[in-house]
Nanobody, 115 residues
Framework: QVQLVESGGGLVQAGGSLRLSCAASRNIFSIANMGWYRQAPGKQRELVADITSGGSTNYADSVKGRFTISRDNAKKTVYLQMNNLKPEDTAVYYC?????????WGQGTQVTVSS
């Protein structure tokens, strides 16, 4: 069974930084896109950033210049460096991975930014 294990969430003051990590289990191969989504209370889940197997990145307008997505293919891990966090970044952050035409989701990690 494929598993995605997320870590790095927590509580931080506005202006602070956090780094999220998501490691895919060993039995997942040929990973294509990897990405991060978030869902705030009462809102729909939205794309934060994603990265292709070749390293091309895409960001939501609201996080451009503040967040950086990266991946380590050997470790099957995707990262999200979040700087200059704002209270509106508060949400549950989910890792997403595409492999062999299938989409997999992590369990989510809470990020809370206090003003």
């Amino acid at each position: 069974q494929v598993q995605l294990v997320e870590s790095g969430g927590g509580l931080v003051q506005a202006g602070g930084s956090l780094r999220l990590s998501c490691a895919a289990s060993r039995n997942i191969f040929s990973i294509a896109n990897m990405g991060w989504y978030r869902q705030a209370p009462g809102k729909q889940r939205e794309l934060v950033a994603d990265i292709t197997s070749g390293g091309s990145t895409n960001y939501a307008d609201s996080v451009k210049g503040r967040f950086t997505i990266s991946r380590d293919n050997a470790k099957k891990t995707v990262y999200l460096q979040m700087n200059n966090l704002k209270p509106e970044d508060t949400a549950v952050y989910y890792c997403n991975v595409w492999s062999a035409g299938l989409s997999y989701w992590g369990q989510g990690t809470q990020v809370t930014v206090s003003s």
